[in-house]
């Protein structure tokens, strides 16, 4: 079992950077493939980013070359660096960790609150 608490969400003008954390305890998070996923208002929960230690990182193409995921496994926490934030970014984001990789956010198993992210005009 993991446990996942994101932080790091708020308010952002379209231009500028967030970063928000997702701290995991309880089994290693390296053990697991690990993703990002977001949510607006009236839509379907999608993937962000998806990886897995070793393997492979894949971005949605709405999100490369703006977001970078990292990890630190000393401290068993993920973290998404947002740049150049747009409008259409804004949902909650959510942390994940599951079994095997994919961009299927009903493969994953362990989800944390979420973090509202709103980027204004």
């Known amino acids: 079992q993991v446990q996942l608490v994101e932080s790091g969400g708020g308010l952002v003008q379209a231009g500028g950077s967030l970063r928000l954390s997702c701290a995991a305890s309880?089994?290693?998070?390296?053990?697991?493939?690990m993703g990002w996923f977001r949510q607006a208002p009236g839509k379907e929960r999608v993937f962000v980013v998806v990886?897995?230690?070793?393997?492979?990182?894949s971005y949605a193409d709405a999100v490369k070359g703006r977001f970078t995921i990292s990890r630190d496994n000393a401290k068993n926490t993920m973290y998404l660096q947002m740049n150049s934030l747009k409008p259409e970014d804004t949902a909650v984001y959510y942390c994940?960790?599951?079994?095997?990789?994919?961009?299927?956010?009903?493969?994953?198993?362990?989800w944390g609150q979420g973090t509202q992210v709103t980027v204004s005009s």
């Open positions: 994940a960790a599951g079994p095997i990789l994919t961009m299927n956010p009903s493969t994953y198993t362990y």
């Open positions: 309880g089994r290693s998070f390296s053990s697991y493939a």
């Open positions: 990886t897995r230690s070793g393997v492979s990182t």
